[in-house]
């Protein structure tokens, strides 16, 4: 069966694109990026309680401090309901942190914080005179009140808490550096919202974001150049601990039953395979292993479909493209819903140093927001015998996305659920990729290239994939099944079936 005969005429049409990539931000002081620089530590020590006995919210918890400026993050053992005691070593002194009790399905549950008198919290703080014993810490809603906190110095500049703070307007390169940008009071390193954008009353303005997971762009009235470091990854990616998991979501084999009467996703499995990855120094670290929920991770399998041992790997195999190069990576595949994630889980890479100390840092691991077949509907093809006519659109916020930067594709897979990659006669199929023409167009490329299948049916996956600002650094990406349609071959002759919405 010859490509152009039956795909030549193939066109996609977007509208309105918006792909989730995932970022975060890093600013204030210099991270400590070389093994020689000279710091003072001291041993972090407290105990929690709750202000309702019973309710033991930290029981399974850990508590950590958080440096933003580094993205590194200090974590205690594991907190007992009856031994609510916690020790963190080797912090350095001359840090400011963030104190956040992280509960047992790793999501942040409370911070330290201080009230202000006119409403604003403030968050950011040194040890200071504490020598790192923070006493008893009550848990009281969303904050935590240590007995030893009137030792801490907290930051009047930094850190404040004043309400959502969203920017409507583009980046400027004359920012002050701040480890909570929209001012929410969650650090930009774990914040799935970085500017405030989201959901807030300005939202369907903001078209140029260099941060969230959901609205990347550039904008070409300020190139990337022009904004300060600390905010562009492009000329301001750290030279330690930049940590980061995408994501790509995939029906499970096989191809979902009924899938002609049926285009909702109710009777399909997803998987989802988390590529995570941490810039480092070449030769900084002996080794690296994730931590985040234990069920999560007992349940992963690796890229070759086995058990997930919970380690990074910079050696060139397990999907680590070049051996000792400093970026360390690990792939981890779940069955989506199982076992179960949560809103916003935290995922921490600990790092075993030339020198045999650690160093952890953290980011965010669960997928905030997803493209479904509600947002996907497609026009039939013209006949039965061909593809010519068929087009498909996804209907999301329109003017959020430059749709030149997506990258988007086509692959068949059989009724077992098998991903076709060669003809009947062992040579590999062409990419079935689309080409950028227009801001709401895509178009099918490659029609001189003939393949011939196997008898069979085959099920079209459109695959949409984010760009990333960072360099070298994947985007996340989603795969869905067309709905309502299958291409049949029978002795090298098509036909497709296609239900109308």
Do not use: M
């Given at each position: 069966m010859k490509k152009n005969s039956a795909l030549n005429y193939m066109k996609l049409m977007l509208a309105g694109l918006v792909i989730p990539t995932m970022l975060s931000s890093s600013c204030g002081r210099a991270p400590v990026e070389y093994l020689d620089e000279s710091v003072s530590n001291v041993e972090v020590t407290g105990a929690f309680t709750d202000w309702t006995p019973g309710t033991s919210s930290f029981a399974g918890g850990r508590f950590v401090l958080l440096d933003p400026t580094t993205s590194e993050v200090f974590v205690s053992n594991e907190i007992s309901a009856t031994q609510p005691k916690f020790t963190i070593e080797n912090v350095p002194v001359a840090g400011r942190y963030y104190g956040i009790l992280i509960d047992s399905r790793f999501e942040p549950r409370a911070y330290i914080e201080k009230k202000m008198a006119d409403g604003k919290k403030l968050r950011l703080f040194k040890l200071n005179n504490t020598i790192g014993k923070l006493g008893t810490s009550v848990v009281r809603d969303q904050s935590i009140e240590p007995s030893q906190q009137a030792d801490l110095e907290f930051q009047t500049n930094l850190g404040v808490v004043s309400g959502r703070k969203a920017f409507d307007k583009e980046f400027s390169a004359t920012f002050s550096p701040n480890p909570d940008i929209d001012e929410d009071g969650i650090p930009n390193i774990i914040d799935t919202d970085v500017d405030g954008d989201v959901g807030g009353p300005n939202s369907a303005n903001i078209k140029y974001n260099i941060f969230d997971a959901f609205t990347y762009n550039k904008s070409e009235k300020l190139p990337d150049s022009s904004i300060a470091w600390q905010f562009n990854y492009a000329y301001g990616i750290p030279?330690?601990?930049?940590f980061k998991c995408n994501y790509l979501r995939s029906p499970s084999?096989?191809?979902p039953p009924a899938a002609m009467t049926d285009p909702s996703e109710t009777q399909t499995n997803f998987e989802l395979t988390f590529s995570c990855a941490l810039k480092l120094p070449s030769s900084f670290a002996q080794s690296v292993e994730l931590m985040t929920v234990k069920s999560l991770l007992d349940a992963a399998k690796d890229s070759d479909g086995i058990a997930f041992d919970k380690k990074m790997r910079d050696d060139g195999k397990s999907g680590d493209l070049i051996a000792s190069d400093g970026i360390w990576t690990g792939q981890l595949k779940i069955t989506e819903?199982?076992?179960?994630?949560?809103?916003?889980?935290?995922?921490?890479a600990s790092v075993k140093l030339a020198s045999g100390a650690y160093k952890t840092f953290v980011t965010v691991l669960e997928p905030k927001t997803t493209i479904t077949k509600d947002n996907l509907?497609?026009?039939?093809?013209?006949?039965?015998?061909?593809?010519?006519?068929?087009?498909?659109?996804?209907?999301?916020?329109s003017g959020k996305a430059?749709?030149?930067?997506?990258?988007v594709s086509l692959r068949l897979r059989s009724e077992t659920g098998q991903t076709v990659e060669s003809d009947k006669d062992g040579n590999k199929l062409p990419p079935l990729s689309f080409k950028y023409v227009a801001p709401n167009k895509f178009e099918f490329t490659g029609a001189e290239?003939?393949?011939t299948l196997s008898n069979g049916t085959y099920f079209p996956l459109i695959k949409i994939t984010a760009p990333s600002a960072l360099p070298g650094i994947l985007g996340s990406a989603f795969e869905l099944y067309l709905p309502g349609l299958s291409i049949g071959f029978t002795n090298n002759t098509l036909s497709q079936q296609c239900t109308t919405p």
């Open positions: 030279k330690l601990g930049f084999p096989p191809a819903g199982s076992p179960e994630s949560f809103k916003e889980q935290l995922i921490f509907t497609r026009t039939c093809p013209s006949n039965a015998n061909s593809l010519a006519g068929l087009a498909v659109s996804l209907n999301l916020e430059d749709l030149n930067e997506f990258n290239n003939t393949f």
